[in-house]
Structures are given as structure tokens and as C-alpha cells.
């Protein structure tokens, strides 16, 4: 109900079958007053673009990782709200970052990149992945990928 009803074109962009079938008509709601009102621009923002009809404006998984409502977590200082280190946040695998190269920038900052760097594969994480393989060496390979698009 907060969309409102799909137009006959998203409709066909979701499901070519669903395009003589008669849905109620509903009016949107705008998405400042599904929210509560000091809630984040970035985060209505973000909101908007995931709940698509068209699945082609959807924003992709890793778009989503991108968006400018998660900046405050790559902040190379930003700590928890209890006081504690963040997990690690920018270990994504080359897989992972092939689907978009150009996000790597975004998604891996310069101070997650230079630590990258300046990992081994004996010192990384050795945190494992089933299907990537060692995460420590897939952030290397993700912070040349980074660097790369880049330059």
C-alpha cells in the first residue's frame, strides 16, 4: 500500500503475464510520512530506491552497500555505540566486487585499502568463506580491484 499501485508498465517490467489483470487502485504514500519525521533523508532515500517495482531501478545488493546512508561506516575512526572497535566491513571477495567494479572505491575506503595493502595473506584474516575461498586474500585481491577503478 505504500507504493500505491503499479502502472500497466511496471506491471509488464515484473511479470509480462499480470498485464490484463485488474489491480485495486491505490494511492501512494509519500515516504515522509511513512517515516517518522527525524528520520535520515539518506535512509528514506535508500528506502525508495530497494522498493521498486521495476526491477530494473532496483538498486543491486551491493548498490544498496554504496549508498550514502552507510558513509558514517566507513569512516575510518567510527566506533559502535558501545564504545567498540567495528567489525570488519570491507572484506568483500572479488567475486563479490566483479558484479560492479566501479563500487570498489566506495565501498573499500582509502583507509580500509591501505590496510589491505599492507596485509599478507600470512597475516590476514583468516576467516573463511565457502564459496571464496580466505577472506584475507580476497581483500587483497578487493583492494587491488579498489584501486584499480581508481586511476
Not at 23 to 35: D, E, L, M, S, Y
Not at 90 to 108: K, M, R, V
Request: charge should be neutral.
Amino acid at each position: 500500500q505504500v507504493l500505491g499501485t503499479p502502472t500497466r508498465e511496471q506491471i509488464r517490467e515484473m511479470n509480462p503475464n499480470y498485464t490484463e489483470f485488474n489491480f485495486p487502485q491505490i494511492k501512494a504514500h509519500p515516504w515522509t510520512k511513512v517515516f517518522r519525521p527525524r528520520t535520515p533523508p539518506e535512509a528514506i532515500a535508500l528506502c525508495s530506491r530497494l522498493l521498486e517495482y521495476t526491477p530494473t531501478a532496483r538498486l543491486t545488493p551491493l548498490e544498496a552497500c554504496a549508498h550514502s546512508f552507510f558513509d558514517e561506516l566507513r569512516e575510518p575512526n567510527i566506533k559502535l555505540p558501545n564504545g567498540r572497535e567495528k567489525p570488519s566491513l570491507f572484506n568483500f571477495t572479488t567475486q563479490e566486487l566483479s558484479s560492479n567494479p566501479s563500487l570498489a572505491t566506495i565501498l573499500i575506503p582509502a583507509h580500509a585499502r591501505n590496510q589491505a595493502g599492507a596485509s599478507t595473506p600470512t597475516n590476514a584474516s583468516s576467516t573463511t568463506d565457502a564459496n571464496s575461498g580466505e577472506r584475507g586474500q580476497t581483500t587483497n585481491a578487493a583492494s587491488a580491484s579498489a584501486s584499480n577503478t581508481s586511476t
